[in-house]
């Protein structure tokens, strides 16, 4: 339901449009836009429009930009889903809007007001492309509707987490968890999750984040996928194998070939194919 009320302020200049406009007899209404196109005169719609706009600019976008940012250090944080990977896209195509609204804004205010005419639709058509773009190329958009945020601790749990750990504490933990997903391999499992691996451990949730943040300067995603990777990387080594890539992404955690792609490069500064010409 939420989601609905990024809606709102359109559904409302619509109907708001819709309730000066209709009313209006066809040749004041051609007459109207006319003055408006050669900069004769704003509606009362147009000033709101631009109002809207302005806001949309200066508060809308840095509280989605603010609700990205969280979002992604909470998952970060707790989950190793490797699709993760897949929808950084929605805040390019965020960020890409918020210049267009900010381009728009400036140059109707700094040149003239009729630049709308053209200029909108101009920008409106680029901005439509590239979501449509997007959306074609990494079709994993609804993995986001799946994320969950991490359960709440037991109380048990909660009781333990009574100080946050020093770095010496931080050392054992990591070497603690380190082992245990060496051991029993569960970084391969793509559900792997901060509070499975609190349970498994039985290491708080907290001090394990605490830890990996503090004495491997990498968060628990990361951690997970570089594990994966190495796991990938030793496995494409072995040439007498006759797994495929997709086949090794896929045992090592990797829900996709896209996803894993993805974090190979980030982690490695080039693909998998290429890499692997380096060491054949």
Not at 80 to 107: C, E, G, H, P, T
Not at 110 to 133: E, K, R
Not at 203 to 228: E, V
């Amino acid at each position: 339901m939420k989601m609905f009320l990024h809606f709102v302020p359109s559904l409302g200049l619509l109907i708001f449009a819709l309730v000066y406009f209709l009313p209006m007899p066809r040749s004041e209404f051609v007459s109207l836009m006319l003055r408006e196109a050669t900069g004769g005169g704003n509606t009362i719609v147009a000033l709101v429009n631009d109002g809207v706009v302005s806001i949309q600019v200066l508060v809308y976008f840095p509280l989605i930009f603010t609700f990205i940012a969280r979002t992604e250090r909470k998952l970060k944080e707790n989950y190793s889903d490797s699709d993760y990977m897949n929808v950084l896209w929605i805040k390019r195509v965020m960020i890409f809007f918020a210049v267009q609204f900010l381009l728009i804004v400036i140059f109707y205010c700094i040149l003239f007001p009729t630049i709308d005419v053209w200029f909108v639709p101009v920008m409106n058509l680029i901005a439509s492309s590239y979501l449509v773009s997007n959306c074609i190329t990494h079709p994993t958009a609804a993995y986001m509707s799946r994320i969950a945020y991490a359960s709440p601790l037991p109380i048990e749990q909660k009781a333990k987490e009574v100080e946050d750990p020093d770095i010496e504490s931080m050392a054992v933990i990591c070497r603690q968890i380190t082992a245990y997903l060496e051991e029993s391999k569960a970084f391969k499992n793509p559900d792997l999750s901060l509070a499975s691996l609190s349970v498994a451990t039985g290491i708080p949730q907290k001090a394990i984040s605490r830890s990996i943040n503090g004495y491997y300067h990498k968060n628990f995603f990361d951690l997970i996928n570089r594990m994966r990777v190495e796991e990938a990387k030793n496995r494409m080594r072995d040439l007498q194998n006759n797994y495929t890539v997709e086949s090794i992404a896929e045992e090592c955690g990797f829900r996709s070939r896209s996803s894993f792609y993805l974090v190979f490069k980030k982690l490695e500064g080039t693909t998998p194919a290429r890499w692997l010409k380096t060491v054949q």
